[in-house]
């Protein structure tokens, strides 16, 4: 069974210009998250969808970031403008819709660099 | 809100070795997981261990256990007989009880580098 993948696997942009990383679920998996790791710091939720509503995003930073989930299967983050403040690591992890059986899979993640 | 706290920003110890990682918490939830993620080196980020906080038996895997204090709000991982594959950032993390149906976020701490040496 193939995994959560994420494209790219680095991105290097200058400030204000667009990005869009992707996300890729396992099959199956209604829960799709976005967080986010600033070098040192802790990683950071952004949000969570189910299927393709969204469920919580209260962790998005500003309106510079939009995700979508288009009929519930990959997702895009887009950071339109970029600021510098954007870098990090990106990493989107899924789960099967079970309250117990809670285990995110975690993709490899996407570093943003924004110059 | 829910915070979680990783003291230790590195760690070394030599293979064959225990080590202890620490990880404390702070929540007004009752009920709630608690999680040890493990990130090697440009690798993804896989489960290592989870607890259940209703739970009072403290969660084992293989050589990874944990000892979790309720009221102390402490969540420590031990890992026994250190490999070198167990180089790795080690991230812990604490979800809300998704029992209602409703899947939930994880809210991680800052991580903890550990190197295991020859």
């Known amino acids: 069974e193939a995994g959560v993948t994420q494209f790219p696997s680095h991105s290097v942009i200058e400030k204000g210009q667009t990005v869009t990383l992707r996300c890729d679920p396992i099959?199956?998996?209604?829960?799709l998250y976005w967080y986010r790791r600033v070098m040192g710091k802790e990683i950071k939720f952004l949000l969570h969808?189910?299927?393709?509503?969204?469920?919580?995003e209260s962790g998005m930073p500003n309106n510079r970031f939009l995700a979508e989930r288009t009929g519930g299967t990959y997702s895009t983050l887009k950071v339109q403008p970029a600021e510098l403040e954007d870098s990090g690591v990106y990493f989107c992890?899924?789960?099967?819709?079970?309250?117990?059986?809670?285990?995110?899979?975690f993709g490899p993640g996407t570093r943003l660099t924004v110059l | 809100a829910q915070t979680v706290t990783q003291s230790q920003p590195e760690m070394s110890v030599q293979e064959a070795e225990t080590v202890t990682l620490s990880c404390t918490y702070d929540?007004?939830?009752?009920?709630?997981?608690l999680f040890w993620y493990k990130q090697p080196p440009s690798r993804q980020m896989i489960l290592v261990i989870r607890?259940?906080?209703?739970?009072?038996q403290n969660a084992t895997e293989n050589r990874f256990s944990v000892n979790f204090q309720k009221a102390a709000k402490s969540f420590s991982l031990k890992i026994s007989d250190s490999q070198l594959g167990d180089t790795a950032m080690y991230f812990c993390?604490?979800?809300?009880?998704?029992?209602?149906?409703?899947?939930?976020?994880?809210?991680f701490g800052t991580g903890t580098r550990l190197q295991v040496t020859l």
């Open positions: 992890a899924s789960s099967s819709f079970n309250g117990r059986d809670n285990e995110q899979f």
């Open positions: 099959s199956g998996h209604d829960n």
């Open positions: 969808f189910v299927k393709e509503s969204k469920q919580d």
């Open positions: 929540t007004s939830e009752n009920n709630y997981y």
């Open positions: 607890q259940e906080a209703y739970k009072q």
């Open positions: 993390a604490f979800m809300k009880d998704p029992y209602t149906g409703t899947a939930s976020k994880l809210t």
